[in-house]
């Protein structure tokens, strides 16, 4: 074993099936001896998991360094030294490119100015959570203080020996307030300027709406809620509802301007098929930008709609009976067409590269426009600002090809990435339902 561990030799794929033996081995042998030993299991491999984030860390900045560098001495505009580099670790570890950029954001803090926090994380004493937080929290400093906040706070691994999360953040917060307050008190006015209301799906065909507000009105919006649902529940108005439905239907109303059992004055895309709407099929509908919901909760909503003053109405798309891939006129127009973009935006859903699912922003060609591509379904791809951008940095390609899996001549749609660093990923788009109706 140490004569594997040890040289050059060991490549990537010996490290995967190292790790995947070390993981089998250990948790055969704690089945084996009890609770006990499965117990000290799990502390193991927490720390080998914290010493695997270190090292991705150390190699993040060699990748993002060695790009850098090459396009440096290629003569590219420094503009342009960056681009696409998050989304490659992003893709990397099988994740968004959102979340890329903040693996490269850590790796380049720990790896430049907080060596005493990687080396704990390095070692396994530290959690990448907590070396995220330490991070997060010391953000506002300069270099200099930043690495003495590093110092005082990780140099000896017993100062934060059985810390909580909540513990670690406020240590490294207030040590950043006593060796520069004013650049935490502009970090923290600029934080105001971030505020925003987002909507993500929740299961059972939920969504959880979020405010990211100032502490002050985010209190104060959320007392008054609870306030006047309580002033409901002692006066009898609650309609055997619980306080935190109350609050939910008072949010609605007040902010819709209506009552919580009428429809939203806004319009809502609901793709159907026609055997779901009309013949009582089982086939889940798909409300772009939610996800799939069940065919009878459409029905439902459909005929609501109807049977309101809601405007309702139909459109026709076409796809192909044997993959479900939609169809298309052809574009001569560089940019997409409203009715070619929307059916983009359909078929893809969200963002195609791999492990993003960012809303769709831009409708971006396969084989870019310059190079021949035409303005087609075939040709357009549905990305977010950030992978669009991202893709247009040296070294990325994107292809159309045929999935080499697919053995029953379907001829199913799939796209491949290929990064600078020659590394590949497949991206397909999810399927639909067959026929298909469209209601708006």
Same mark, same amino acid.
């Not at 670790?89 to 099988?94: E, H, S, V, Y």
């Not at 819709?256 to 509908?285: C, F």
């Not at 001549?409 to 339902?433: C, I, L, N």
């Given at each position: ?167 670690? =953040? $406020? ?5 950043? +307030?006593?060796?520069?307050? *004013?650049? !935490?008190?502009? %970090? #923290?006015?600029? @934080? ?104 009878? =909760? $459409? ?5 609501? +709609?109807?049977?309101?003053? *809601?405007? !309702?109405?139909? %459109? #026709?798309?076409? @796809? ?121």
């Amino acid at each position: 074993m140490e004569k594997h561990l040890c040289g050059d030799e060991l490549s990537p794929n010996d490290i995967r099936r190292f790790l995947t033996r070390i993981a089998t081995i250990t948790v055969d042998k704690a089945v084996r001896d009890g609770g006990a030993a499965a117990i000290e299991t799990i502390t193991a491999l927490e720390e080998l998991k914290a010493a695997a984030a270190g090292a991705q860390a150390v190699l993040t900045t060699l990748v993002a360094d060695t790009i850098r560098q090459q396009r440096r001495e290629a003569g590219r505009p420094a503009a342009r030294w960056n681009t696409g580099i998050a989304t490659q670790i992003g893709l990397a570890r099988k994740d968004s490119p959102h979340r890329g950029s903040t693996h490269l954001g850590l790796a380049r803090a720990l790896t430049t100015e907080m060596p005493h926090t990687l080396g704990q994380l390095r070692r396994g004493d530290l959690s990448e959570w907590r070396a995220t937080i330490l991070v997060r929290e010391t953000a506002c400093l300069t270099a200099e203080d930043r690495r003495l906040v590093d110092t005082r706070l990780c140099a000896d691994p017993a100062t934060l020996a059985g810390q909580g999360d909540s513990t670690v =953040a $406020a240590m490294a917060a207030r040590l950043a +307030a006593e060796l520069d307050a *004013a650049a !935490v008190a502009r %970090r #923290k006015a600029r @934080a105001a300027q971030q505020r925003r209301v987002t909507v993500r799906p929740a299961p059972e065909f939920m969504g959880h709406l979020g405010a990211l507000l100032p502490m002050d009105r985010a209190v104060c919006v959320w007392a008054t809620l609870r306030r006047d649902a309580d002033t409901l529940t002692a006066t009898g108005d609650a309609d055997g509802r619980t306080r935190d439905q109350i609050m939910a239907d008072l949010l609605v109303e007040r902010t819709v301007g209506l009552a919580p059992t009428m429809g939203p004055p806004v319009a809502v895309q609901v793709v159907i098929s026609d055997q779901s709407l009309l013949g009582g099929s089982n086939v889940p509908a798909e409300v772009p930008g939610y996800g799939p919901i069940p065919a009878a =909760a $459409a029905r439902q909503w459909i005929s609501g +709609a109807v049977d309101s003053d *809601a405007t !309702v109405t139909l %459109r #026709k798309l076409y @796809a192909r009976p044997t993959d479900g891939q939609l169809t298309a006129v052809e574009s001569v127009a560089r940019c997409f067409p409203t009715g070619l973009a929307r059916l983009i935006d359909l078929r893809d859903r969200t963002c195609r590269t791999p492990w993003c699912d960012a809303p769709i922003r831009h409708h971006d060609h396969i084989t870019p426009h310059e190079d021949g591509g035409p303005t087609t379904a075939d040709n357009g791809l549905g990305l977010c600002a950030a992978c669009n951008h991202a893709k247009q940095g040296d070294g990325w390609t994107t292809t159309r090809t045929d999935d080499p899996d697919d053995t029953d001549g379907s001829d199913v749609h799939t796209v491949e990435f290929r990064t600078p660093t020659g590394h590949t990923y497949r991206s397909t788009p999810p399927p639909q339902p067959l026929p298909l109706r469209h209601v708006s």
